[in-house]
């Protein structure tokens, strides 16, 4: 144990409120979210369904008929029969839909990989299988097939009261029950490590279902002891030499890679964000990286890993953490191939990575700094995108101008460039060249006068209608004096969704328009000031929006993360939203969560007959359900999801959704 770590913090059971940054509000002002949860948990007595029928029976009968009507004739662009917003132990997906498991936590991969066997999981056999708490999925397809492909999956992080059997104690604490964590073994933190990172994996729809290919030749497993190597400008730097690599350049895995991207020339990118959980142990006195590392919030000590290997220590390794935080592109087409940590896309922590082409083939990254009040950037390669030639798009994201985002109250967008000696990003201000400037990318915006944003994560570049969503998920602390028009409500519990128009249709614009397309939330509660069209009926509100996709006919999907007993009444879950015409902010509930999980992915297969979606720590939590009531951990869990089998743990797992009978998704 380090004096860092808060035995709580280990849990992780909320990444929303992992995400605190040191430009957050200390006061104790109550939140909106506060609010809300109050009224949520006054109807605590009143059972699953029941629930939901109490927030329906805000809206009038009459009014729901009239939001039927309106939808029918306002020509909302998904055809589907909506899902019952609610909560319980396992998925629902709308009628006439079939929604199944193809991967989970534990699978096999190779024709090597031992069966999952929980009780004796070693961190040999987890190298072998599907990781753990799947988030950003990505279809690569093979000879262009819609059936056939790559899929790709990070693993963002690790629950071990729901992963490892034997840790977690239960003990009274103030007449609560309450539980404690065990420290873990140096084999279960070997085993952490190992299930961290990403999965790339063949599969194939046969007889209208999908199977992994386990033979697959490109099948592979990144984990956090993965080689990968810096490249661009930061690489080689003094700052993120250390003991063990005196080059600056060959770093030893990736972490918490949230939502990510796939490139138009056929690359895997992972994002990888909360990095400070991961390092513990103090810098030495009048460190240089002292300020750089505060500005992150490293370290949180909220994982093991510093008491076991010296490279998470900051006492023993003061760079290590700064060659982390990076986006990372991996070559899928050679299993062996060395990912490369692409420094000119700048370090922080990083939520997704879309990707389009720009009209002059230069390409366009968007990209989420999620944490509150932190940043919205664009990277805008230097050199043009090949599709003949794909090995000339090797090396495109080390050579590009990183931008960050000024929303002004006109309506207006900027995109600053963040580059050594333009404007304050000079010696006076401390960096001596880019490199210092990509290493501290948040300080640079800071001095730059960027726009404080709700948390943004997933942000997703439409090519169908020319603008960009961006998810900004929640963000509890914002004060009535720091609203702005970008960011319009004080503690934003539920997140809002900005729709970018870039100029002249350009996505490498330096400027663009902006407006708010959705603030979300509970639209029958005034108080919370959601902005859904009247025809979004009971079910097909949410808050939270984090990952999103856009499917081939240009409609917009959010997932969502942190709904629940308390915050909503509902679980996570992915909506389908209207952008167009009169149908604009409308939204429909399409598939849902069981208890205690988060709604990643989602994806939608080339021909728009799958959707992908990625079932993110199930199980987590439950306490707050009635259906359950008490803490939720590997001996006792709120769900056994997805085998429900006595012997088997709640496992996180990508489900493969298809209309029965076939067809496209929602037409
Ligand atoms: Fe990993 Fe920002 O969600
Ligand atoms: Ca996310
Ligand atoms: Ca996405
Ligand atoms: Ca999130």
Not at 23 to 28: C, H, R
Not at 153 to 168: A, Q, S
Not at 365 to 383: H, P
Not at 405 to 427: N, R, S, Y
Request: charged residues 25%; contains cysteine; proline residues 6%.
């Amino acid at each position: 144990m380090t004096e860092h770590r808060s035995p709580d913090a280990r849990f992780r059971t909320s990444q929303l409120e992992e995400n605190e940054g040191p430009a957050t509000n200390p006061t104790d002002n109550r939140t909106m979210g506060e609010i809300i949860a109050a009224r949520f948990s006054r109807r605590g007595f009143l059972k699953g369904s029941l629930a939901v029928s109490a927030i329906a029976a805000t809206v009038s009968p009459l009014a729901m008929i009239a939001a039927d009507d309106a939808r029918a004739a306002e020509g909302s662009a998904f055809k589907f029969d909506e899902l019952e917003a609610g909560i319980d132990d396992r998925h629902h997906v709308a009628p006439g839909y079939d929604a199944d498991v193809l991967l989970r936590w534990g699978d096999p991969l190779f024709a090597d990989s031992p069966e999952f066997d929980p009780a004796k999981q070693s961190a040999e056999a987890q190298a072998r299988q599907f990781g753990y708490n799947n988030d950003y999925v990505g279809y690569i397809a093979i000879d262009g097939s819609a059936e056939h492909g790559l899929l790709v999956v990070n693993h963002e992080y690790t629950n071990p009261h729901l992963m490892f059997p034997g840790l977690v104690r239960i003990v009274d604490k103030d007449g609560k029950k309450t539980p404690e964590l065990a420290p873990l073994s140096k084999e279960q933190v070997d085993v952490e490590m190992a299930a961290h990172g990403g999965t790339i994996v063949e599969i194939r729809k046969e007889g209208g279902k999908w199977q992994v290919v386990r033979h697959g030749k490109l099948n592979r497993r990144i984990m956090a002891t993965t080689e990968m190597q810096l490249s661009g400008p930061v690489a080689g730097h003094d700052r993120v030499k250390t003991n063990a690599d005196p080059s600056g350049a060959k770093v030893f895995g990736t972490i918490n890679n949230c939502a990510g991207g796939v490139t138009p020339w056929g690359t895997y990118v992972m994002s990888e964000e909360n990095i400070h959980g991961y390092f513990s142990g103090e810098l030495p006195e009048g460190h240089r990286e002292a300020a750089n590392y505060t500005r992150l919030g490293i370290p949180e000590g909220a994982y093991e890993w510093g008491a076991h290997y010296d490279r998470f220590n900051l006492a023993k390794e003061p760079n290590e953490a700064n060659r982390f935080g990076w986006i990372v592109e991996v070559d899928v087409t050679d299993p062996n191939s060395v990912p490369r940590k692409r420094t000119a896309m700048g370090r922080f922590k990083h939520e997704g990575a879309e990707s389009i082409v720009a009209r002059d083939g230069r390409v366009v990254f968007y990209l989420g700094d999620d944490e509150r009040f932190d940043y919205v950037y664009k990277f805008v390669t230097k050199g043009s995108f090949n599709a003949g030639d794909h090995a000339a798009n090797k090396d495109l994201l080390d050579d590009g101008m990183l931008h960050v985002a000024k929303f002004a109250e006109d309506g207006t967008v900027e995109w600053m460039p963040i580059v050594f000696g333009q404007g304050p990003l000079t010696a006076e201000n401390g960096f001596t060249g880019q490199a210092d400037v990509l290493i501290e990318t948040r300080r640079a915006a800071d001095l730059l006068g960027a726009t404080k944003m709700d948390r943004p994560e997933d942000i997703q570049p439409n090519g169908v209608n020319g603008k960009v969503y961006v998810m900004l998920t929640n963000n509890s602390k914002r004060k009535d004096d720091q609203v702005d028009a970008a960011n319009p409500r004080a503690a934003n519990a539920f997140g809002h969704i900005i729709e970018i128009s870039e100029d002249g249709g350009d996505f490498a614009a330096a400027k663009g328009k902006w407006e708010v397309l959705l603030k979300c939330g509970d639209p029958s509660v005034a108080d919370v000031g959601a902005t859904f069209s009247t025809a979004t009926t009971a079910n097909g509100w949410f808050g939270m929006p984090d990952n999103c996709a856009v499917d081939s006919a240009g409609r917009l999907w959010v997932a969502t993360d942190g709904q629940g007993p308390k915050a909503t009444g509902r679980t996570d879950g992915l909506w389908a939203v209207d952008t167009e015409g009169a149908a604009r902010a409308t939204s429909k509930l399409f598939f849902r969560v069981p208890i205690g999980a988060e709604m990643c992915g989602p994806l939608f297969a080339p021909d728009d007959q799958t959707a992908f979606v990625a079932v993110q720590h199930p199980g987590d939590g439950g306490e707050d359900w009635e259906g359950f009531g008490r803490p939720s951990y590997y001996e006792d869990p709120s769900t056994r999801w997805p085998d429900f089998k006595p012997d088997m743990p709640v496992r996180p797992a990508v489900v493969a959704i298809t209309k029965k009978g076939g067809g496209k998704i929602a037409i």
